[in-house]
């Protein structure tokens, strides 16, 4: 996944996102880098990411890397 119509065009597919600069999280989990949850884009160039039912937003540019979750079986 690089351009925003890839995000568009995956939404609501399972993902994996790793940020250029790493985020400071609140509690436990302290700096993260690496996030793993549902697309949901914006026409904006923000993209949001699902997971546990708490929503992420990335702007476009600081994504490293995004690949989609393979899924296996039924």
């Known amino acids: 996944l690089r351009k925003l119509s890839d995000f568009l065009r995956f939404q609501g597919e399972e ?5 250029r600069v790493p ?8 700096i993260q880098r ?6 949901s884009a914006s026409e904006d160039g923000r993209i949001g990411l699902t997971r546990e039912g708490d ?3 990335f702007e476009l540019q600081e994504i490293d890397k995004a690949r989609l979750v393979p899924k296996f079986g039924k």
């Open 23 to 30: 985020r400071i999280k609140k509690g436990a989990n302290g």
């Open 55 to 57: 929503t992420e937003y």
């Open 34 to 39: 690496n996030f793993t949850g549902r697309l």
């Open 15 to 19: 993902a994996h996102i790793k940020v």
